[in-house]
Structures are given as C-alpha cells and as structure tokens.
C-alpha cells in the first residue's frame, strides 16, 4: 500500500453514497445524471477531475473503503473491468492492520469502525 501514500488532498462530505452512486462512479467519464439539470456531476466529470491530481483517488462512505486504481498499477487484482477496490471496513481488522491507508480518513471523525455517513 506504500504507493498510495503521500502527499494528498482531503474533502469531505456531509451524505452517503448509494449503490447507484458507486457504480456511477466505477464509470470514468460515462454521465448518469443528463436529465438531472441540478444535479452535480451530471455530465461524469465531477469525481473525474480527481484525476487532475491523482492516480488513485480513495474515500469513505457508509460502510466502505473504495480506492480507484484505473491504470492498474497500484490496487492488486486492479483490472481495466474492475479498476480498483471497495471494501467493507466496517466489523473488520483493516483499520489496524493497515494503519498509514486508514488514518487519514479520521481527520472527519470516521472512526473507521463503525459506518461513516458523512459530516
């Protein structure tokens, strides 16, 4: 996990994705949301521009970690189909076992425990 350390930028957000909304954002560049005229994000470029400042963008959400990986070079198993990870960090071990991915995402209050809905 060492290369998705260093230097970062952290948001935050005050809602919870939905199932529609992870897969939405596993699809770099495709809008969901053209009828939705209020809507953020509407033409698939919202998350996107993410990749104007990393490689490998990463958030928490509800009861997930989810790191996108889309040229497959730091995410083992990370292919073009499947370009990253999400994981269900919520009544596991992960948060102690890899310390320096977690510990970023408490700077919000996610204790990275329990579920997170935002702030």
Request: one cysteine or more; charged letters at 15%.
């Amino acid at each position: 996990m060492a290369n998705l350390q260093g230097p970062s930028l952290i948001v935050a957000n005050d809602a919870v994705f939905t199932e529609a909304d992870f897969k939405s954002l596993a699809r770099i560049g495709q809008g969901t949301k053209l009828e939705k005229l209020a809507t953020t994000g509407r033409f698939g470029l919202g998350f996107n521009s993410t990749y104007h400042l990393t490689d490998t963008p990463s958030f928490v959400s509800g009861d997930y970690l989810v790191i996108f990986d889309p040229h497959c070079q730091s995410i083992p198993g990370a292919t073009v189909a499947q370009p990253g990870v999400r994981i269900k960090f919520t009544g596991s071990m992960l948060s102690s076992t890899f310390i320096d991915q977690f510990t970023p995402f408490k700077f919000f209050g996610c204790d990275v425990s329990n579920k997170f809905n935002g702030r």
